[in-house]
């Protein structure tokens, strides 16, 4: 079985990226959404804010991945060592082809559907709106992992899991690992 760990909006918490990393053992890989080091000018200063330990705790992992989010400065791709970080980022992982954005410029649910036209893709991906999302748009997935650190509308801190075996399992965890909504396809 392969696990792959979707994170976004993390914005310098390394006390959320620490719960993360403490629930959810044996990730293959990782793939990060975007607003990873810096909280923003319209939001608090996330629980365990040190952008620079987290940093530093990112650029040691060989299985992460970025895409750029709306808060990433080019100071902070410069502290990541990862100065080409993508806008958008589409793949295949077995079978499932998926498009992946930090999500700033999406709207509303005819936009997501015209991006999953665009790349031809299975399943969108984003985040931004720090609110997890996991449902069907037009039979095709839209899944938002929400915020570990800096959560909105009352919903909990979380992220989110793709597990492949025989079939695809996509969920929705708590950052403490507890399961918060799940889809198999």
Same mark, same amino acid.
């Given at each position: 079985?392969?696990?792959?760990? &979707?994170? /976004?909006? %993390?914005?310098?918490?390394?006390?959320?990226?620490?719960?993360?990393?403490?629930?959810? $053992?044996?990730? *293959? !890989?990782?793939?990060?959404?975007?607003?990873?080091?810096?909280?923003?000018?319209?939001?608090?200063?996330?629980?365990?804010?040190?952008?620079?330990?987290?940093?530093?705790?990112?650029?040691?992992?060989?299985?992460?991945?970025?895409?750029?989010?709306?808060?990433?400065?080019?100071?902070?791709?410069?502290?990541?060592?990862?100065?080409?970080?993508?806008? &958008?980022? /589409?793949? %295949?992982?077995?079978?499932?082809?998926?498009?992946?954005?930090?999500?700033?410029?999406? $709207?509303?649910? *005819? !936009?997501?559907?015209?991006?999953?036209?665009?790349?031809?893709?299975?399943?969108?991906?984003?985040?931004?709106?720090?609110?997890?999302?996991?449902?069907?748009?037009?039979?095709?997935?839209?899944?938002?992992?929400?915020?570990?650190?800096?959560?909105?509308?009352?919903?909990?801190?979380?992220?989110?899991?793709?597990?492949?075996?025989?079939?695809?399992? &996509?969920?929705?965890? %708590?950052?403490?690992?507890?399961?918060?909504?799940?889809?198999?396809?």
């Amino acid at each position: 079985m392969s696990k792959v760990l &979707i994170v /976004s909006d %993390t914005h310098g918490s390394l006390a959320s990226w620490n719960k993360i990393e403490k629930s959810f $053992q044996s990730i *293959d !890989e990782i793939f990060h959404l975007g607003d990873i080091l810096y909280h923003g000018p319209r939001n608090p200063l996330p629980n365990g804010y040190n952008p620079a330990e987290l940093a530093s705790i990112l650029k040691a992992k060989t299985n992460i991945s970025y895409v750029r989010g709306n808060c990433d400065a080019d100071v902070d791709l410069l502290v990541l060592e990862n100065e080409d970080m993508p806008k &958008i980022m /589409s793949l %295949t992982f077995r079978g499932f082809k998926m498009v992946l954005l930090h999500g700033e410029n999406i $709207q509303n649910d *005819d !936009e997501i559907t015209q991006l999953l036209d665009k790349y031809s893709a299975d399943i969108l991906v984003y985040g931004h709106f720090h609110i997890p999302r996991l449902e069907t748009v037009k039979s095709k997935i839209v899944l938002n992992p929400g915020s570990p650190s800096l959560p909105k509308m009352n919903y909990p801190p979380t992220c989110a899991l793709l597990e492949f075996s025989q079939n695809l399992r &996509i969920s929705i965890y %708590t950052i403490e690992g507890e399961l918060y909504k799940e889809m198999f396809l």
